[in-house]
């Protein structure tokens, strides 16, 4: 009788520790990036658009609005709550997560990518999620595929939407549809790509960048003193007008446009400058 009686106090101790356990919350773990609609344009703060993240049960876990202007390739930021242990509303690492957008009276569901999947605490990973929709892989979304199957199907290269690479260069200028896609240029006309149209010294030594911008990109600007190699170079500050000081290293564009760029005077002989867009 008194064996029993221990074990049933040893059941009971161990019965209220699990029961005790307790889950803790964590730190979060940030997905951050940008939106694009189908046409490649990032969504900005206009676009009153708002991102919502949720687990596989379709619990949201985050939501934030579209903010232009933050950084070149982020226009949002969703830190996910964790926790120790399961719970509903916050997210384990190894969770898939799906993306919707709320954007132009509409619900949207934003493709990942190859999917994105909540990582450790404080951690974070970079992901765009693009409106549209994709039947085949490589990036380009069916709705500009669409526009691109007609320019196709003149030249007499008949095709479905799956046919239509974004390796191709349709328009023979050096740039592939898909960088014509992020670049928000046109990919049938040969003329139109991603080029600075003038580059100047002026009287006081600062470099003047000219080249054409296109809604819902950003520009940034690289510096080397050597072509040749590996290193794409470092980042250059530049100004938007002559008299401002050169502190901004990324230009937001709303239009389409001729921009330029002031940069500082280089104190080297030789010094080669890269234009790119996001």
């Given at each position: 009788?008194?064996?029993?009686?221990?074990?049933?106090?040893?059941?009971?101790?161990?019965?209220?520790?699990?029961?005790?356990?307790?889950?803790?919350?964590?730190?979060?773990?940030?997905?951050?990036?940008?939106?694009?609609?189908?046409?490649?344009?990032?969504?900005?703060?206009?676009?009153?658009?708002?991102?919502?993240?949720?687990?596989?049960?379709?619990?949201?876990?985050?939501?934030?609005?579209?903010?232009?202007?933050?950084?070149?390739?982020?226009?949002?930021?969703?830190?996910?709550?964790?926790?120790?242990?399961?719970?509903?509303?916050?997210?384990?690492?190894?969770?898939?997560?799906?993306?919707?957008?709320?954007?132009?009276?509409?619900?949207?569901?934003?493709?990942a990518g190859q999917g994105v999947r909540v990582g450790d605490p404080a951690g974070s990973i970079h992901c765009t999620l693009n409106l549209g929709t994709f039947s085949s892989g490589g990036g380009l979304p069916d709705e500009y595929k669409e526009l691109l199957r007609a320019y196709y199907d003149e030249v007499g290269r008949d095709s479905g939407l799956g046919d239509i690479s974004p390796d191709d260069d349709f328009d023979g200028d050096g740039y592939s549809n898909f960088e014509e896609?992020?670049?928000?240029?046109?990919?049938?006309?040969?003329?139109?790509?991603?080029?600075?149209?003038?580059?100047?010294?002026?009287?006081?030594?600062?470099?003047?960048?000219?080249?054409?911008?296109?809604?819902?990109?950003?520009?940034?600007?690289?510096?080397?003193?050597?072509?040749?190699?590996?290193?794409?170079?470092?980042?250059?500050?530049?100004?938007?007008?002559?008299?401002?000081?050169?502190?901004?290293?990324?230009?937001?564009?709303?239009?389409?446009?001729?921009?330029?760029?002031?940069?500082?005077?280089?104190?080297?002989?030789?010094?080669?400058?890269?234009?790119?867009?996001?």
């Amino acid at each position: 009788m008194k064996q029993f009686t221990r074990s049933m106090g040893l059941a009971l101790l161990m019965a209220a520790s699990v029961q005790g356990a307790a889950i803790f919350p964590l730190p979060p773990f940030t997905v951050y990036g940008k939106v694009r609609d189908w046409n490649g344009r990032a969504l900005s703060s206009d676009n009153a658009a708002t991102v919502v993240v949720r687990d596989t049960n379709g619990v949201v876990l985050a939501r934030c609005d579209v903010k232009s202007g933050i950084y070149p390739g982020l226009t949002y930021r969703l830190p996910i709550p964790m926790a120790s242990g399961r719970q509903a509303g916050r997210g384990q690492a190894g969770d898939p997560l799906t993306f919707d957008v709320y954007y132009d009276g509409q619900l949207h569901t934003a493709s990942a990518g190859q999917g994105v999947r909540v990582g450790d605490p404080a951690g974070s990973i970079h992901c765009t999620l693009n409106l549209g929709t994709f039947s085949s892989g490589g990036g380009l979304p069916d709705e500009y595929k669409e526009l691109l199957r007609a320019y196709y199907d003149e030249v007499g290269r008949d095709s479905g939407l799956g046919d239509i690479s974004p390796d191709d260069d349709f328009d023979g200028d050096g740039y592939s549809n898909f960088e014509e896609f992020l670049a928000g240029t046109i990919p049938v006309l040969a003329e139109d790509y991603l080029r600075i149209t003038r580059f100047t010294r002026l009287a006081d030594g600062r470099m003047a960048l000219c080249f054409l911008s296109a809604p819902g990109r950003a520009y940034s600007v690289t510096q080397k003193t050597r072509v040749s190699g590996g290193n794409p170079g470092n980042p250059a500050a530049f100004a938007l007008t002559r008299t401002a000081p050169p502190a901004q290293t990324f230009y937001a564009a709303d239009q389409d446009a001729e921009a330029t760029l002031y940069l500082p005077p280089t104190t080297n002989d030789s010094a080669f400058f890269r234009l790119r867009a996001q």
